[in-house]
């Protein structure tokens, strides 16, 4: 059973898709104009079935949830919201799949929950030391809502130009447009400093002592595999690397079916390490 339901996480609301019940698994969309965690996740959530108890909110300034009064967006805002929502649902231990900034996140929360989460899955993530900012996420954060920016963002993102259908397009387009007011708060120019915010230190990464694989598109132009995720392997105790050819930033749209496949075997609780 697939549910969408408001949770209020220190007083603030967090719009949440969840399905399925069994081990928790806490995903968490990344940082394109007009993404939303039912909009990231749902077609994976559906495919993976009932067998784990699949938690998908919209972050901070995405989707329904709002930036919390006074607060500001950023990786501790969403880490401490992320951590939030699993203690006001109940649940004591969970895995984290995060993609792009979502990555980020995912890794943040291992380090600072460590009790909690059980291992990690950082899909195009974000959140390496020194990784500089791109000029497809820079254009990317700064697309303007509407089809001619949404048609531009998803080209950036997809290997595949025939992904990019009218559809498509057109879906993107309303939901940047329904999203735009808050958008426009999160990443501002210079946009450097943003990306910047989102690597986590040495010594969080080191911290780090879950099982995370880190899952990248070969051809990915937003978070390159060479700046994003290879150098994580010198810094997480217990990592490994699955690269996609012919992939761009989304290997969940891209390459679904093996994309569910990894992650049904990667987060079994009795696959050991």
């Keep these: 059973m697939t549910a969408l339901r408001t949770v209020t996480v220190d007083g603030s609301p967090v719009h949440v898709l969840e399905s399925g019940t069994g081990p928790a698994v806490l995903m968490l969309h990344g940082s394109g104009p007009g993404t939303t965690?039912?909009?990231?996740?749902?077609?994976?959530?559906?495919?993976?079935?009932?067998s784990w108890r699949l938690v998908a909110p919209d972050q901070a300034g995405f989707g329904r949830t709002p930036v919390p009064a006074g607060a500001k967006?950023?990786?501790?805002?969403?880490t401490e919201q992320a951590a939030g929502l699993?203690?006001?649902?109940?649940?004591?231990?969970?895995?984290?799949v995060g993609h792009s900034m979502g990555g980020a996140?995912?890794?943040?929360?291992?380090?600072?929950?460590?009790?909690?989460?059980?291992?990690?899955?950082?899909?195009?993530?974000m959140g390496a030391?020194?990784?500089?900012?791109?000029?497809?996420?820079?254009?990317?954060?700064?697309?303007?809502?509407g089809p001619l920016?949404?048609?531009?963002?998803?080209?950036r993102l997809l290997f595949d130009q025939a992904l990019v259908t009218e559809s498509?397009?057109?879906?993107?387009?309303?939901?940047?447009?329904?999203?735009?007011?808050?958008?426009?708060?999160?990443?501002?120019?210079?946009?450097?400093?943003?990306?910047?915010?989102?690597?986590?230190?040495?010594?969080?990464?080191a911290a780090i002592r879950v099982p995370v694989l880190l899952v990248h598109g070969a051809q990915d132009r937003v978070t390159p595999l060479g700046t994003a995720a290879q150098p994580l392997l010198?810094?997480?105790?217990d990592v490994r690397l699955h690269v996609f050819g012919r992939c761009g930033h989304v290997p969940a749209i891209e390459h679904p079916h093996e994309f569910r496949q990894l992650l049904s075997c990667f987060l079994r609780p009795d696959r050991g390490h």
Aim: zero cysteines; glycine letters at 8%; charged letters at 15%.
């Design 168 to 205: 498509a397009v057109d879906a993107r387009a309303a939901a940047m447009r329904a999203g735009a007011t808050a958008f426009a708060s999160l990443f501002p120019p210079p946009r450097t400093r943003w990306a910047d915010k989102l690597a986590l230190s040495a010594q969080q990464l």
């Design 86 to 96: 699993m203690d006001a649902l109940g649940i004591d231990n969970y895995a984290v």
């Design 149 to 155: 920016g949404a048609r531009d963002m998803l080209s």
């Design 129 to 145: 030391p020194g990784a500089p900012l791109s000029a497809d996420l820079d254009a990317i954060w700064a697309a303007p809502a």
């Design 105 to 125: 996140v995912a890794l943040a929360l291992a380090a600072a929950r460590p009790q909690q989460v059980t291992s990690v899955v950082a899909v195009s993530t």
């Design 234 to 237: 010198e810094y997480l105790a």
């Design 73 to 78: 967006g950023g990786l501790r805002l969403w």
């Design 37 to 50: 965690g039912s909009g990231a996740w749902a077609a994976t959530v559906q495919a993976l079935g009932e």
